[in-house]
C-alpha cells in the first residue's frame, strides 16, 4: 500500500513539474486568434454546461415572460448591449466581435423557450474566460427577465424585416435609460 501512495505522490509531483514548466517556457498560445485543440474545447464545454445546470436549478421562471411590455423592454436592452456581438434578423455583430474567441454565438439562430434559466443565469453572471459580460450589477432582475423574455420567446421568429421595424418604433433609447441604478 505504501509503494503505491509513494508512485501517486511522485507521479502528481511529474505532472505538477511538467504543468510548470511548459506555463513558464509560455508554450501555450493564449491569442484570440489561436482556437483551442478539441480536448481543451471539450473540457471547457463541459465544465460551462455542468457549471450553469448546477447553478440553475433554483432560478424560477417568471409566469409572464410572453407579455409584449417585456418583449419591448427586453429589445430595447438587448438593442443596446447585445446585438454589438450577437446579432439578429439581418443584423451583423459589429466588427469588434470578429476578434473575440470563441465566438460570440448568434442568439436569434437557436434560442428557445425551454432554454430562458439557462439564459437568465448567463445574462445575470457572465460566463469567466469568454467576452460574456455579468450584468447583475447593473440591472434589476426584473430587466434581466425582459432581456430572456425577449431572446427566448420573440428574437428567433423575426424577420428582419420586423427587427428593423423595432429598431425604429423602440429602438431609440440611450445608455441611461437602460441601466438600472436603483440596485
Sequence with gaps: MKKILITIAGTLVVLILVAFIYISLGTYNVSQLTPHSKLTRSIIEMTKHRSINKRMKEIMVPANLEDSAKFVTGF????????????????????????LYPKPPKLYKYAKKDDAQEFFWIIKNGIKMTSMPAFEPTHSDEKLWAITAFVTH?????????????????????DDEMTDDSK
Design 76 to 99: 430595447q436592452h438587448y438593442n443596446q448591449m447585445c446585438l454589438s456581438c450577437h446579432g439578429a434578423p439581418g443584423q451583423q455583430p459589429n466588427e469588434m466581435a470578429a476578434g
Design 154 to 174: 420573440k428574437l428567433g421568429k423575426m424577420t428582419p424585416e420586423e427587427y428593423n421595424d423595432w429598431i425604429k418604433k423602440y429602438g431609440g433609447k440611450n
